[in-house]
């Protein structure tokens, strides 16, 4: 799968990253980047800072130092909703979905920086407003049906099985029209089914010319689905580069057994 | 099916005053037809943004209050030697600027108190309500303070020089009152139906992931803040305009919990609830009224409320569409993908497809 | 000068009667996650019962206070045991409206007993002040502040010296923990409630004699616990009891300086400038509502 992209342009710059809580170092002098239309992975045993360095990327986190570049432009004091705006979107680790609306209406809200009618015009209910919806409507259909969710449309987003939450929720990134996914923990909690279709989600997203950041602890999927590997311990980076290079790493093998992690 | 049955509701409506002539309930569907249109705003933030404003009477008040002062006209002096000098103006043009200064108290008190949430936010509303209600008690010069704004002109529709309609009567001010209301409605139902509303609900349901995908958090609490005070403020000025006095009482924190009442009881996040809620408790207590006393019936709307929350969280609506569809087999899917709306609410959401 | 002596010693004594029903409101939340607007119930109740006793059956003035306080905590053990045990784990806001249902049922009951007519309730303490120099206080007052002191401190050594105030700090700090290490935690909610509402009761009877005892009595005693308790932060009851005493002077301050009518108006100032510049309360260490 490794598709060597060396010398695509770098989209997200992590500069000198740090975060602290209170006296403890979350995260440590972390820099990596992530390349254009590449699928690259962060990975670590629990807490060794990958969902902070997602949080601080995503706006959800202040970082102590350090600064983070996406396309050149600066993310740091963004808000979330703002760095969406450049098309940094995120997923949840702990499952995070609408969970009283329906499937459908989940989509609806995460197409909703696809919209573009103003509070007067919706009052007014002008045909452009009403073309524009059922553009939207379209649009989120196409949605469930790319990530295979059609059958489900009028469900309640929380009534579905754990895996297909999951899906819900790619969905709803997709929705918000990312150039940036960032995935975190996907495939945790489905089974070895739904996390190879899943493995073929990655692929069809990648197609699609997203580009993808990965936080998993499944290493089967993160050496078959990844162009390059960063690994994070105790909040700072071990080692980088290849899935085949990671793989050999000596303090890699160290880390991930001293600290007795999942294994794949 | 349901928009059927809203045209049959408004046709009802309209026509109720043609062969009730009882002027005393007349009276009553008036005064709970603006206490509806206050529990619809209230709503817009509750139901929908899932923020509870115990502060809420304070937009109502602050209508009423505008729309009296710039329909009567006031003197303030500034200083020893000059006093500015408001003259009346009419009374359309002082409903108007009650809505508008109610808004922009509405986008006020977004700006300040949404960046507290939960128990802060509650908290700061109410307390902005109670420094509205002291400053019109104590603020003598201007609103008369306990003694009242009195005479306020009633609503008027002419044609200049040839005919002229001052409404001292309850039909004209019925039919105004109803025209508001569905006004309102129309706007918190196109609202609610928009990728505005949608990003509401997302805030309720799911904050962080709503701001994942995009949605500026503050931008539309403070959007839903405007909306919902300006049309408090709409129902402040035609209570005030109708009564046609004015005390510093329309502050009371009880009216904030009747338009809570309502909104719950009837059901909050449902366009039908707080039009239920607000009929239940705009009649309920003209019908209480024969038997028991002003503080039992209270005690009574304390225990309902507590009844309420206990036994039917989501209120009337929704446990009575859930209801008709299991009566009447509405399967599930029967919305279609196309709607993707959950039945359980389709039957308030669908309702006046065509306004 | 001498004026402004006045006012701190005004606000020092109505600051001690503020505290106490600061501390009852920011314990109940603290620990049950409960927004207790029958708290000003509460209040009028241990006003009322001082009256019962005191004017209408003839007890002894001192007996009448015990018996208020007392019977607060009886009916706070109650309202928790009917109304809130059911609801454990329910949201915020759920809670909030039964409290709010709670508030106006029993408000609504005490205007039915005891109508809209206000009632006072004499002292056997002397008419004549208490002279300090150049202030004057009068000897209920000093007596008012006494009892309210003594209360919030041996509150502070339950809560930081016996058992039942170490489990109530540990499902303080983390209810789930607590309740694996052994603490029932429907019986410290019930103590908790119970301790709050007694609290309330006590300052309803305190001040019940000072000013003059009236149904609606306690909304306004209600909005103010909410002052206090977002000034010194949600749950914080070092900073409830400072932030009690904080209002005492900004009201009487306010009262003195700006004008008479805006001194309700203070506390509600105060909560809405706290929470726009720092949101977690004077002292709080990080915001606890979730």
Do not use: C
């Not at chain 1, 254009?36 to 360095?53: M, Q, Y």
């Not at chain 1, 407003?129 to 469900?155: H, Q, T």
């Not at chain 3, 909304?219 to 900073?239: C, E, P, Q, R, T």
């Amino acid at each position: 799968m490794s598709a060597g992209n060396g010398t695509a342009e770098t989209v997200l710059a992590v500069d000198d990253l740090a975060v602290h809580f209170g006296g403890l170092a979350a995260l440590n002098n972390v820099s990596f980047d992530v390349r254009e239309g590449e699928v690259a992975s962060l990975i670590g045993p629990n807490g060794a800072g990958k969902t902070t360095a997602f949080n601080v990327i995503t706006g959800f986190q202040p970082p102590t130092t350090g600064t983070i570049r996406y396309k050149g432009q600066s993310l740091n004091g963004l808000r979330p909703n703002q760095i969406a705006e450049f098309g940094v979107v995120r997923t949840f680790q702990k499952t995070s979905v609408f969970a009283s609306n329906s499937v459908f209406d989940n989509i609806l809200i995460g197409l909703h920086r696809q919209g573009a009618s103003k509070t007067w015009e919706i009052l007014l209910s002008l045909p452009r407003v009403r073309k524009e919806e059922l553009w939207l409507r379209e649009k989120a259909a196409e949605i469930l049906d790319f990530v295979g969710l059609s059958a489900r449309a009028n469900e309640l987003g929380g009534a579905l099985p754990y895996g297909e939450q999951r899906l819900l929720e790619v969905a709803i990134a997709l929705a918000a029209d990312p150039s940036l996914l960032l995935l975190d923990e996907p495939v945790s909690g489905m089974n070895p089914a739904e996390t190879a279709s899943f493995m073929d989600m990655v692929g069809k997203i990648r197609a699609r010319g997203i580009t993808i950041l990965l936080v998993e602890h499944d290493m089967r999927m993160v050496m078959e689905v990844s162009d390059r590997v960063v690994v994070l311990n105790q909040g700072q980076i071990i080692a980088e580069g290849t899935p085949d290079e990671i793989q050999q790493d000596a303090e890699v093998i160290r880390a991930y057994l001293g600290h007795g992690a999942r294994r794949a | 099916m349901n928009r059927w049955l809203t045209w049959a509701w408004v046709a009802f409506l309209l026509t109720l005053p043609l062969w009730m002539e009882d002027q005393y309930f007349l009276h009553i569907l008036i005064t709970s037809g603006i206490f509806t249109i206050a529990a619809m705003s209230l709503n817009l933030l509750l139901g929908y943004t899932g923020q509870l404003s115990l502060g809420h009477v304070a937009f109502f008040g602050i209508g009423a209050y505008t729309s009296a002062l710039v329909s009567l006209g006031f003197d303030l002096e500034l200083t020893d030697t000059y006093t500015f000098v408001f003259a009346p103006r009419p009374v359309w043009v002082a409903f108007v600027a009650g809505i508008v200064v109610a808004g922009m108290s509405g986008w006020l008190i977004g700006k300040i108190s949404f960046k507290v949430r939960g128990a802060y936010f509650v908290i700061v509303t109410i307390s902005f309500a109670e420094v509205v209600r002291l400053v019109a008690l104590n603020w003598v010069d201007l609103t008369e303070g306990p003694m009242a704004l009195n005479n306020i002109p009633p609503f008027t529709l002419a044609v200049p020089g040839v005919w002229e309609l001052a409404f001292f009567h309850k039909l004209p001010n019925y039919y105004l009152v109803l025209a508001v209301a569905i006004v309102s409605y129309v706007t918190v139902r196109r609202l609610v139906h928009s990728r505005i509303g949608r990003a509401m609900i997302a805030l309720r349901e799911n904050e962080p992931l709503a701001a994942s995908a995009g949605v500026d958090v503050t931008r539309y609490l403070v959007l839903a803040a405007i909306v919902s005070a300006a049309m408090a403020g709409a129902a402040g000025g035609l209570y005030t305009h109708y009564i046609r006095i004015v005390d510093p009482d329309v502050f009371l924190f009880i009216y904030t919990v009747t338009m809570v009442i309502m909104v719950i009881t009837g059901g909050k996040g449902t366009l039908a609830g707080p039009i239920v809620g607000g009929l239940i408790f705009g009649i309920l207590p003209e019908v209480l009224r024969e038997f028991a006393s002003p503080e039992v019936q209270w005690i009574i709307y304390g225990v309902f409320m507590i009844m309420i929350v206990f036994f039917l969280p989501n209120g009337i609506v929704p446990a009575l569409s859930a209801w008709w569809n299991d009566r009447f087999g509405a399967t599930p899917s029967a919305g279609g993908p196309g709607t993707g709306l959950p039945d359980l609410e389709a039957a308030t959401r669908t309702a006046g497809e065509a306004t | 000068m001498d004026q402004f002596l006045q006012h701190i010693l005004n606000g020092t004594i109505l600051g001690g009667t503020y505290a106490l029903l600061g501390i009852g409101l920011t314990l109940i939340f603290g620990i049950m996650r409960v927004v207790n607007f029958s708290h000003g119930e509460l209040y009028t109740f241990g006003a009322y019962i001082v009256y019962l006793f005191a004017m209408v059956l003839s007890a002894n003035f001192f007996v009448s206070l015990v018996l208020a306080m007392v019977l607060g905590v009886v009916l706070g053990a109650a309202i928790e045991f009917v109304l809130l045990r059911p609801l454990r784990g329910a949201s915020i806001d759920t809670t909030m409206l039964v409290m709010i249902g709670a508030w106006i049922a029993l408000q609504n009951t005490e205007q039915l007993v005891w109508s809209g007519v206000a009632k006072s309730i004499t002292h056997p303490f002397p008419a004549e002040p208490l002279i300090l120099g150049p202030v004057s206080v009068s000897w209920v007052r000093v007596f008012v502040f006494a009892v309210a002191v003594l209360l919030i401190v041996g509150t502070h050594l339950l809560i930081h010296r016996t058992r039942l105030g170490k489990a109530m700090r540990a499902t303080f700090q983390d209810r789930e923990t607590a309740a694996l290490m052994g603490v029932n935690i429907g019986a410290i909610h019930t103590a908790t409630f119970a301790l709050g509402s007694g609290l309330a009761a006590a300052a309803g009877a305190l001040l019940g004699p000072v000013f003059v005892v009236y149904p609606t009595m306690g909304d306004l005693a209600a909005l103010k616990s909410f002052a206090i308790v977002i000034l010194g932060g949600l749950g914080n009851f070092m900073g409830a009891t400072l932030g009690g005493f904080i209002l005492g002077f900004v009201e009487e301050m306010g009262a003195g300086y700006i004008s008479s009518g805006y001194r309700d108006a203070m506390g509600f100032l105060l909560i809405i400038i706290v929470l726009v510049f720092r949101p977690t309360g004077l002292f709080a260490r990080k915001e606890r509502v979730g």
